[in-house]
């Protein structure tokens, strides 16, 4: 398992950072492998990723929800994927935004891109 760890302070308050960040049918429009994640109900996500010439898809259960603080979901199938997404208020028009995940070395490509996919989501939610 590979672990990393980012983060990133918006120019957003604390409700809308976490509201832009669970809507997670967007995360393809900041999150450079991701090519689609679906709700399959309120606790259950599929996912599929490109990495080069390869896609890989799994499902993923949210465990842990707390609004506007912390959310969390781990794959149940496929791939060993677990992510927690931390938010912190720094005041009330700036918050910083946290992400730990622990990947199968099969998805390193990910674990690689989350720096990169965490400025594209601050400069997508500072222009929104």
């Known amino acids: 398992m590979l ?4 983060q990133v302070d ?4 604390l409700a809308r950072a976490y509201g832009f960040w669970t809507q997670f049918e967007d995360f393809p ?8 994640v679906r709700h399959l ?8 990723v490109r990495t080069g010439d390869v896609v890989r898809e799994w499902n993923a259960e949210l465990v842990e929800v707390r609004p506007d603080e912390r959310i969390a979901w ?5 791939f060993a994927c677990t992510e927690v997404v931390s938010f912190h208020p720094l005041d009330e ?8 995940a622990e990947v199968d070395e ?6 690689r891109g989350i720096e990169r996919d965490l ?8 222009r929104a």
């Open 119 to 126: 400025q594209r989501f601050k400069a997508m939610l500072e």
């Open 106 to 111: 099969a998805l390193e490509s990910i674990a």
């Open 29 to 36: 429009r900041f999150m450079g492998c991701v090519e689609e």
């Open 74 to 78: 781990r794959a149940t199938d496929g």
């Open 10 to 13: 918006v120019a957003a308050p």
């Open 41 to 48: 109900d309120d606790m259950h996500l599929r996912w599929r």
């Open 3 to 6: 672990g990393v760890e980012h």
């Open 93 to 100: 028009a700036v918050t910083r935004v946290t992400v730990f």
